[in-house]
């Protein structure tokens, strides 16, 4: 188990759509170690997919537990070949990410949805959420498939935003 480095934008890992898993063995748990891990020690971070930290897998972890904005909370959450079953409810909302930590950007979002995938031990985990934490596994799953927040806002001059800090407050980071 291991803190892994964020990978940033323009790495070329992060616009690449992830390979599938085949099974769920050793090497898939320690991946989902290291990502619940790398998440855990990131200030203000409630997801991170594998390719962030170079991994070209359909792998990703996310826990919006405490967050303000979420109404559904499945705690830590780790899935594998996660696939969207329903979306629906869509909604705009402000987004930053790790791997574009200066920026912010609206984003629109479904506000209700239906995840499947499979957990770490290789069974099939169903996630039914809604709000802040829907948001949270489109953002995870749009990093699967080569997408930052920045390639979902609707214009790159209106809806970015430079991310900004309060004296003593670090940046909030996704």
């Known amino acids: 188990m291991a803190e892994r480095p964020v990978l940033r934008l323009p790495d070329p890992v992060l616009k690449r759509v992830a390979d599938r898993v085949s099974a769920v063995g ?18 203000a971070c409630v997801g991170i997919a594998a390719p962030q930290i170079g991994v070209s897998i359909r792998a990703f972890c996310m826990d919006v537990t405490g967050h303000k904005k979420a109404d559904s909370c499945h705690g830590e959450v780790v899935l594998f070949n996660p696939e969207i079953v329903l979306a629906r409810a869509a909604e705009v909302a402000r987004e930053g990410c790790m791997s574009v930590p200066d920026l912010t950007g609206n984003v629109p979002r479904a506000t209700e949805v239906v995840v499947r995938g499979l957990d770490p031990s290789g069974s099939v985990r169903v996630i039914e959420a809604n709000a802040f934490e829907a948001r949270a596994l489109l953002h995870e799953i749009d990093h699967l498939e080569g997408l930052l927040f920045l390639d979902r806002v609707t214009s790159l001059t209106t809806d970015v935003f430079r991310r900004q800090t309060y004296e003593g407050q670090p940046k909030r980071r996704r």
């Open 26 to 43: 050793d090497d898939e748990r320690a991946l989902a170690r290291d990502l619940v891990d790398t998440m855990r020690v990131s200030p």
